[in-house]
């Protein structure tokens, strides 16, 4: 039996592939400093929960077949350091999925925005197909127990990112998959913290275009110049496939595939949803599904957590969270819902959450990503801007960095949950916007007001 301890085991992705291991037959340990829930409750019915928090260096023994190393460990990890003390091998987490993945057909699923979108696309697709995959995805699909699956079949599917590796590694994940198919949907600066020059962040993604092989495809969204351009220079043997956004019409406040059986519905909208599925559409071509066994599955997708999710609706609005938290991200879904519902005020409401959109220099690329809203909104805790040592930025800096001199900004979580929830909702859709939660905002009077239709 293989035997693996993961040090940060209680992160989102780390516990789901402690999960898979368990589930292959592994006999998995772990440690961590702190563990949340859902990671806390999941870890602890497989049995792998660690029974006290912190580092534990007598954990790491000779009998180990390897250590997991997730990113949120510091490099003098006492359980890190007994490691390389003995000699214990040392996997970062992408470099423990190529391990397990060698012999398979490796999909990577790359870009600054619609990775885990178009990932959870083909995953669905390919499940409806009855195709035998694994996979690795950065969110929780439904129809799909965990974010990672790991056994015998002969394709893996991977969303690849371009953040670091972990702490002894500074370079991309997405190097390290090795793949035989990319897809690159997107190049957008994000990341300001690792890659503070905007060239050295678009090189990353020259590099991993670069490593397709000769027998390997790669495929790209044109319709992005900077992708396009990315992808025309490089150096790659393989067969390069240009995509755009799928044809398709709204009628009503639902979207219709153009095809040639005719209109097709799905459950998603915006012009990057469209982009994404048919980037999606061009890997599973590439994968031996055809484009009518796609058209048969893709109508039943209902789209990955977060993304566009509709957590409540009444007659004449609804209530939308999205994890947009990057510019690009966040235009492209303030644009998708103001064009999916044109008749309706939009309120857009978007968290200062992540290193990037706290820093006062990277705030001018956030000009005009929020222009299609009705009225723009933006919280930001000072608590979380001084844990980061950065600058506290006012209202008159944020309307100017957005280029919206009517911007809204709030501070403190209880005075926006006043606000919006003061709001009516008649004929208007409320699009709430983080990668984090607003400081634990208590959204259900909200979805009371929308499902009541009292909006």
């Not at 340990?29 to 006290?52: N, Q, V």
């Not at 690795?136 to 699956?149: P, S, T, Y």
């Not at 900004?409 to 939660?437: C, H, P, R, V, W």
Request: aromatic fraction near 10%; charged fraction near 25%.
């Amino acid at each position: 039996m293989k035997k693996y301890h993961f040090i940060a085991i209680g992160g989102a992705v780390m516990h789901n592939l402690a999960l898979a291991l368990v589930q292959k037959g592994y006999q998995v340990s772990g440690s961590d400093d702190e563990i949340y829930e859902p990671s806390r409750t999941r870890l602890e019915k497989a049995g792998i929960l660690p029974a006290e928090y912190g580092w534990f260096p007598e954990k790491i023994t000779f009998d180990l077949d390897g250590i997991i190393l997730g990113m949120h460990a510091r490099i003098d990890n006492p359980e890190l350091v007994k490691a390389q003390e003995i000699g214990v091998p040392v996997y970062s987490f992408p470099e423990f999925i190529y391990h397990q993945s060698q012999n398979k057909k490796r999909v990577v699923i790359a870009g600054s925005h619609g990775k885990t979108s178009i990932t959870s696309m083909i995953l669905h697709v390919l499940k409806d197909q009855n195709v035998d995959f694994d996979y690795l995805v950065g969110a929780q699909i439904e129809g799909f127990d965990l974010m990672v699956r790991l056994s015998d079949a002969p394709v893996i599917v991977i969303e690849g990112d371009e953040y670091l590796t972990s702490p002894i590694d500074r370079t991309p994940k997405f190097f390290h998959y090795k793949h035989d198919i990319a897809l690159v949907s997107g190049i957008a600066w994000d990341h300001f913290n690792v890659f503070p020059d905007f060239e050295d962040y678009k090189a990353q993604f020259s590099r991993f275009m670069d490593q397709t092989p000769k027998t390997g495809e790669l495929i790209y969204c044109e319709a992005d110049e900077l992708v396009k351009e990315a992808a025309e220079k490089s150096k790659t043997g393989g067969k390069k496939t240009p995509y755009q956004a799928h044809p398709a019409e709204i009628k009503d406040g639902v979207t219709y595939l153009q095809t040639d059986l005719g209109l097709l519905e799905i459950g998603i909208f915006g012009e990057h949803n469209l982009q994404n599925l048919q980037g999606a559409m061009d890997v599973c071509r590439a994968l031996d599904v055809s484009t009518s066994e796609f058209y048969r599955s893709i109508p039943s997708f209902k789209g990955a957590a977060k993304r566009q999710e509709i957590l409540a609706t009444g007659t004449s609005g609804t209530l939308f969270r999205d994890f947009a938290h990057a510019p690009s991200k966040l235009k492209a879904t303030v644009n998708a819902v103001k064009n999916q519902f044109p008749e309706r005020r939009l309120i857009a409401v978007q968290e200062l959450h992540t290193y990037s959109s706290l820093n006062k220099a990277f705030l001018p690329n956030y000009a005009e990503s929020m222009n299609k809203a009705d009225v723009a909104v933006i919280y930001l805790n000072p608590h979380a801007v001084a844990l980061k040592k950065l600058e506290l930025m006012d209202e008159a800096t944020l309307r100017e960095g957005f280029k919206r001199p009517d911007l809204i900004l709030f501070t403190e979580s209880a005075t926006l949950k006043e606000y919006l929830d003061s709001q009516i909702y008649t004929n208007t859709n409320l699009l709430l916007m983080s990668s984090g939660n607003y400081d634990n905002l208590d959204l259900e009077p909200l979805k009371e007001k929308f499902n009541s239709n009292e909006a």
